[in-house]
């Protein structure tokens, strides 16, 4: 027995060897239900922590690929809103304008603004036709809320037009309910103004002021603003009466020239 | 029973390497030989026996996510960890180039098989993979392998780290 013994202890080695190579090849060769089962009981004991871990980084990362894709499609919606909403306000004002109609005998010629110049109010605008395109001096400017001005100087590709702020730029104006006259100017401190309106006339806040085609330049009946305040000061002739322009000439877009037909 | 909590907990590592740490320690296509590293250091530290049973323990849980190839490395691993076992004690192994030869030779061993099995373009494709992916891998390992018998003969430490600066 001793000699037995003493075999297997040298021979330990080389049996646990023997034992180890029989399994694997056991493993190997067998296959499919034995390795399975040893790598389901492997996987739920021993990898089950990693792989729950890899899992929930796998997630991370793809929620994250995710919100930068829905970021930068959030970035390009937002871009497309703002254009959308830009032609939708180009969309109002043309609808508004397809609703006016124009003096008899003239017709409208819609133009671009290519440059602007003024103080802190906008008095002087370059508009992209010229001699070339028919343009001619003194012909009126509108837009879709009213007078905006009128033509000052033609060249062969491009005009100035003289807004009513501009101070040299004066317009022959009625009120339209009660047909008083006056003149509208502009100066920066007191505004716009409709002068030369004598306080034996009928002039309320709210009234509408018009041209009143008189001065040869402007035609009949466009609008020019509204009556914001009126003041009869003693020993005085005319009223003091500021006008609101009807147009925002800080956000002037489309202008239309009102051209002659003949 | 405690004496087997250090080779569980080496399991677990090799474990969490397959599965979590195998591509952050890759540099691009170059992997990381962590499992045969693990096998042979614990062989040139422990009896014949330890040796080749943590090699078979490993080679199943290497094998474990690839039930396909059940058998291969554990095959390999356990011949890996009896092999390295016999050569510590057939062989001079004090210096620290005979050590790197050592692990650089179990390591291949390990990694020819391994690019067979795992790479999908077969044998033919072998050559190109074994010099770009294999063997560079080998080195990556071994290099690891070096520093670790670098800090562990004390050849590197915090204090002569520190000293440098």
């Keep these: ?262 | 029973m405690t004496r087997f909590i250090p080779y569980i907990l080496y399991l677990y590592l090799i474990a969490c390497f397959r599965t979590l740490l195998v591509e952050p320690l890759s540099i691009g296509n170059i992997q990381l030989y962590l499992t045969p590293l693990i096998v042979m250091l614990v062989a040139l530290h422990k009896d014949h026996i330890t040796a080749l049973w943590f090699g078979f323990a490993a080679g199943i849980v290497y094998d474990a996510v690839d039930p396909a190839h059940m058998g291969v490395q554990i095959v390999i691993l356990s011949a890996i960890g009896i092999i390295t076992a016999q050569a510590k004690d057939r062989f001079n192994l004090e210096s620290l180039k005979s050590l790197i030869l050592l692990l650089s030779v179990g390591l291949i061993a390990f990694a020819i098989p391994h690019t067979l099995i795992y790479t999908t373009s077969g044998v033919s494709e072998f050559g190109r993979l074994f010099l770009q992916v294999t063997l560079p891998g080998v080195v990556y390992t071994a290099f690891i392998g070096w520093l670790f018998f670098m800090i562990k003969t004390g050849r590197i430490s915090y204090k002569k780290f520190k000293e440098l600066f």
């Excluded at chain 1, 807004?163 to 009660?178: D, F, G, N």
Aim: glycine content about 8%; charged content about 20%; hydrophobic content about 40%.
């Design chain 1, 1 to 262: 027995m001793d000699w037995q013994s003493s075999w297997l202890k040298e021979k330990q080695t080389m049996v646990h060897t023997v034992i180890a190579f029989l399994l694997a090849f056991v493993i190997l060769l067998t296959g499919g239900s034995l390795s399975g089962g040893i790598a389901n009981v492997v996987n739920t004991v021993v990898y089950f922590p990693f792989l729950k871990i890899n899992n929930g980084l796998i997630t991370l990362t793809t929620n994250s690929q995710t919100i930068d894709a829905l970021n930068t499609k959030l970035a390009e919606l937002t871009v497309r809103l703002q254009l959308y909403n830009e032609t939708l306000e180009e969309n109002k004002r043309l609808r508004a304008l397809l609703g006016f109609v124009p003096p008899e005998s003239f017709k409208i010629v819609p133009t671009e603004i290519i440059g602007v110049s003024g103080g802190g109010i906008p008095n002087t605008v370059l508009i992209n036709l010229g001699a070339q395109d028919s343009v001619r001096v003194n012909q009126t400017v509108i837009n879709q809320s009213g007078v905006a001005g009128r033509v000052a100087q033609v060249m062969d590709d491009y005009s100035v037009v003289y807004l009513l702020t501009e101070p040299r730029c004066r317009v022959a104006a009625r009120v339209k309910t009660s047909r008083e006259q006056g003149i509208i100017r502009y100066n920066m401190n007191r505004g716009m103004y409709l002068d030369n309106c004598p306080q034996q006339g009928e002039v309320t806040v709210g009234d509408t002021v018009i041209t009143s085609g008189l001065g040869g330049i402007f035609p009949e009946g466009l609008v020019i603003g509204i009556i914001e305040q009126v003041d009869a000061p003693d020993k005085e002739f005319f009223y003091d009466i500021t006008v609101k322009p009807a147009v925002n000439f800080n956000g002037l877009d489309e202008l239309y020239i009102l051209a002659w037909e003949r």
